[in-house]
């Protein structure tokens, strides 16, 4: 198969699937568009803030993709392009839409709560206390591993020394986005004008910073860049999302999507060849030794792009707080993953070029995705280097989005941990000091900070297999929230089994290996992962079996007047 004809078949089953699938669940559960959302009836000007679905979109898909559909997919090459084309797909929306409008549609119907709100209200508070510190653990793996990469794509000096243009172009382009931000925080908010000047003055912001960073670059090595990038989340994790996360992400969504759409073009006017073996074996042995197994690898590999936790965190935590109208929700819960899904094609597509017969050429994934997508749009009179350029800074607008999402979460959950319903007043000097949002999140970034000296490589197999099983916590939630609301939640069962199936394994043959690691030499990085890896499982079993419990338990009086004091 030509990457052509992979690209074509991806739009089309994609599409369809939207079309019909997407439809299906939206009047299978029930969508009111005269309902008064979360956004408006708790508007506080922080994080429940009416946003247009431009904006909201932007937010989702800015914060759901990262890094993580290009990483994937290409890493996942190993096992040849067939069995990561189908996890991709059928993931993409069996899977991961599922959950992610699930996610959103359980909060947005429950005042915009997390889904740690939703385990404490259909499953009890002690699922609930459990399932954030799984999250708040979650959340410390992602900023680690994505404060990496960013770090890496605006390291200014490459292995010899030598100033790297590209970087420097994206690291500047990068700042200057932080600070039109800002700006465009500020015009968004108190300005009178519609959509259409909206759109215009963030294209125009978004076309300067490109240009000056191109101008201007930077060249700061990588060690400088990963410390500036946990000084610039501290500030995102306590700013008002109107002043910076919803603006920045506003601008991000149009490079992204551009990004997209001049990937698939690429690939249409190209029709690269796939060099890819289509499938190269069930157990695979690296040159080290190192054992990998298609199940479990393939689904934790392919996180994002086919089904990812991470997205319920985003949907249910930010996203759900700003959405206008309960239509909205379909396009920008659902429709964002399929185009999630879509990138990640375009990723295995581009490793399937670039890769020969001795496997794929050194570099990092966003690198080798840069290099072949930059090829592709040579043929349409575009230079390469500036194609290299757009689209590494495109990779790092991911990432850091990402950042700014996923640690104002894992901020969220710790002080939701310690919170309780004693007046603020009566509270102790340690609680009070626990639920800061301050301390919460310096907290939660010393330890981020520290587990990103290990480096993304050694972390993402870990993260991966926490993510999947978030993914599964998330579905078994909304699976619970579906039954305990006399709405059909069939569709959720067999994703969230095979999920738990999937990440259990996974994280079972992890800890073997880290085991097995820290018994020849001890290494700090390792032995955090080790700790991580058993707190997660053992809170990712016991959340799993208190959800399990309530979803084919016999229904309660209690159980039952929740549901309909909700549905009114």
Not at 51 to 58: L, S
């Amino acid at each position: 198969m030509n990457g052509l004809t992979m690209m074509v078949l991806a739009i089309v089953f994609l599409g369809g699937a939207y079309l019909i699938y997407g439809r299906y669940l939206a009047k299978t559960w029930g969508i009111d568009p005269e309902a008064k959302t979360p956004a408006f009836e708790l508007e506080d000007g922080v994080d429940y803030v009416p946003a247009d679905t431009n904006v909201v979109f932007g937010h989702q898909f800015a914060s759901i993709a990262g890094a993580g559909p290009i990483n994937g997919p290409i890493q996942a090459a190993m096992f040849g392009w067939l069995p990561v084309l189908l996890w991709i797909l059928l993931g993409g929306v069996f899977f991961g839409a599922v959950q992610d409008f699930s996610s959103m549609y359980a909060s947005v119907k429950n005042k915009g709560r997390s889904i740690g709100y939703i385990i404490e209200l259909y499953i009890g508070k002690m699922g609930k206390r459990l399932f954030l510190l799984f999250t708040w653990l979650f959340s410390i793996l992602v900023v680690a591993a994505f404060a990496d990469i960013v770090a890496g794509t605006f390291n200014g000096f490459s292995a010899e020394g030598a100033p790297v243009t590209a970087n420097g172009a994206v690291a500047t382009t990068s700042m200057l986005f932080i600070v039109f931000a800002v700006v465009l925080g500020f015009f968004l908010k108190y300005s009178k004008f519609g959509k259409m000047v909206n759109t215009l003055t963030a294209i125009g912001l978004l076309v300067l910073s490109v240009g000056l960073g191109l101008v201007f670059p930077i060249y700061i090595p990588q060690n400088i860049w990963l410390i500036f990038v946990f000084i610039y989340v501290i500030v995102a994790c306590v700013t008002p999302v109107w002043a910076l996360l919803q603006p920045r992400d506003y601008l991000n969504s149009y490079l992204l999507i551009a990004m997209i759409v001049g990937s698939v073009i690429g690939i249409i006017v190209y029709n690269p060849t796939m060099n890819l073996p289509s499938f190269t074996g069930f157990k695979l042995v690296s040159a080290g030794g190192s054992i990998s197994y298609l199940f479990p690898t393939l689904f934790v590999t392919i996180a994002c792009g086919a089904v990812s936790g991470f997205h319920s965190l985003v949907a249910s935590g930010t996203a759900s707080k700003q959405i206008k109208n309960e239509k909205n929700m379909l396009p920008v819960s659902f429709g964002a993953m399929l185009l999630e899904s879509l990138l990640a094609i375009a990723a295995l597509i581009a490793a399937g070029f670039v890769a020969t017969k001795e496997g794929l050429p050194a570099g990092t994934p966003p690198q080798l995705f840069a290099r072949a997508i930059a090829v592709f749009l040579t043929t349409i009179g575009l230079p390469e280097t500036l194609c290299y350029t757009l689209i590494t800074l495109s990779i790092s607008a991911f990432a850091m989005t990402s950042l700014d999402s996923v640690a104002r979460v894992g901020r969220i959950a710790f002080q939701e941990f310690f919170a309780d319903d004693t007046p603020q007043e009566e509270r102790s000097s340690l609680n009070k000091l626990l639920t800061n949002k301050y301390f919460a999140t310096i907290i939660t970034l010393i330890l981020c900070y520290a587990l990103s000296r290990a480096g993304y490589s050694s972390i993402w197999p870990l993260f991966g297999s926490a993510n999947q099983l978030l993914s599964a916590l998330a579905l078994i939630a909304c699976a619970v929230f579906l039954k305990k609301t006399s709405r059909k939640g069939f569709m959720l069962w067999g994703p969230m089994v095979i999920m738990l199936g999937v990440t259990f394994t996974a994280l079972g043959l992890k800890i073997k290996d880290l085991v097995s690691s820290l018994s020849g030499k001890f290494v700090f990085g390792n032995a955090l992962q080790l700790v991580f890896a058993v707190l997660l499982l053992v809170l990712g079993v016991v959340v799993a079996i208190e959800g399990l419990k309530k979803l084919v338990g016999k229904e309660t009086e209690d159980d039952a007047s929740t549901g309909e004091n909700v549905l009114a």
